[in-house]
């Protein structure tokens, strides 16, 4: 990474900037081992193999008789009921020919039934019950049907979501390996910031970037310590960003690393260690900023609060995953046909404030929001994704445009 892209004018690709970033991840941090009510949101640091099958035996997918196939003629017919089993018990005593046994959703299937028939397919009279043709195994859950015995559960690197955790917890595993929680610092700079809440005095504005980049990394599964807002002075920036980098794994900044004669971050982070920049070929955000501070990463992102908010969801967020551990760090786009003209074509990629419409046929369209200002959060509220125009794209209404959902980020 080097400042000679800055230097030379060029327009680093978004996607190199992402492969760059990715290359340099530092390793995750330690791992721990915590219960699986502790579990969501954190990344698995090892490969999870099932202890068991699941199902661990063969049971009934429905409530209804559990009988032989074989047993039932073809135009259907009565079997004699010799008992039932709910779920938790068990029958040990093997299922004889012409009989059925009364059975519930979940229950152990008894031995020598292979099929089973739904209850309101059932006629019953007395001790009997009349079924109607069944095919064989029929309602029936196998044993091993979902996984067998020492397949792999949960892959090394994957974020544990509320259904990973409930499988862990059908294959009878209590407690997981995750890493800690990357530790990110979050300083904000310029002496033009108030906090939401204070009086303003002309030229000061709410620091609004403080707020929503906290609430993203946290999103993201990231222990936040905010260390507020620095004074644009040098000793006092460096003293800020050297105790934050000894106390966490990645500062994070926004704005402040420009050539204006105030902006003291610069300095102070090349006093402590590196900075590279890039103009990336991104709109909004171009200018971005990474390197090190006292042997941590530190990327410092742009001050305007939309171009903040984009190239921490397109360039930061994965580069955060892949320091946590996870694999997959990359949102999926999918196609959808454009409901908006974009005539004339642009230098960089454009990431538009969009959500997904439907017209007056029910076809799903892309719909863009008029206001697509770098320094304006409110198209971004209005809006459930980004639209992406590649580099000298023009779109027509109807052409296929990558849209990414906000859901893809979380």
């Not at 892309?366 to 980004?386: F, N, R």
Request: aromatic share 6%; with cysteine; hydrophobic share 45%.
């Amino acid at each position: 990474m080097s400042a000679s892209v800055c230097d030379a004018g060029h327009l680093m690709p978004v996607d190199d900037a992402i492969a760059q970033l990715l290359a340099q991840a530092p390793p995750p941090p330690a791992t721990q081992v915590i219960g699986l009510s502790e579990a969501l949101g954190r990344v698995v640091a090892e490969d999870v193999f099932s202890p068991l099958d699941l199902p661990s035996w063969d049971n009934s997918a429905m409530d209804g008789y559990a009988l032989r196939a074989a047993d039932v003629p073809a135009e259907g017919g009565y079997l004699l009921v010799a008992g039932r089993v709910a779920a938790g018990q068990s029958r040990q005593q093997s299922l004889e020919a012409g009989e059925a046994v009364r059975i519930f959703t979940g229950a152990p299937l008894p031995p020598g039934a292979d099929s089973v028939v739904p209850q309101e397919r059932c006629r019953v009279y007395a001790q009997r019950v009349w079924c109607p043709p069944v095919r064989l195994g029929e309602h029936v859950r196998k044993q091993g049907e979902e996984l067998r015995r020492g397949a792999t559960l949960i892959s090394a690197g994957q974020r544990l979501r509320a259904q990973e955790i409930g499988l862990l917890a059908s294959a009878g595993i209590p407690r997981v390996k995750v890493y800690r929680p990357l530790r990110v610092c979050l300083l904000s700079s310029g002496n033009e910031l108030r906090e939401p809440g204070e009086t303003l005095v002309p030229g000061q504005i709410y620091n609004s970037n403080r707020h929503c980049l906290a609430a993203l990394l946290r999103g993201w599964g990231v222990d936040v310590h905010d260390y507020g807002v620095m004074a644009d002075q040098l000793a006092a920036s460096r003293d800020a960003l050297a105790l934050a980098s000894s106390e966490c794994d990645l500062l994070l900044t926004s704005a402040g690393v420009s050539v204006g004669e105030e902006d003291h971050l610069k300095q102070a982070i090349e006093a402590l260690g590196q900075v590279n920049f890039w103009r990336l070929a991104i709109q909004p955000g171009k200018p971005l900023a990474f390197g090190t501070v006292a042997g941590k990463p530190w990327l410092g992102l742009p001050g305007n609060p939309s171009a903040a908010l984009i190239t921490a969801l397109v360039v930061l967020r994965p580069f955060l995953l892949r320091a946590q551990g996870m694999t997959q760090v990359l949102p999926t786009p999918v196609q959808v046909p454009a409901g908006f003209e974009w005539p004339h074509p642009n230098q960089r990629r454009q990431y538009l404030r969009a959500r997904l419409d439907s017209d007056a046929h029910g076809q799903l369209r892309v719909t863009v929001h008029p206001q697509q200002s770098s320094a304006m959060l409110s198209a971004a509220c209005w809006a459930d994704g980004l639209a992406i125009v590649e580099r000298e794209q023009r779109v027509v209404r109807d052409d296929p445009v990558a849209f990414l959902s906000f859901t893809e980020f979380l």
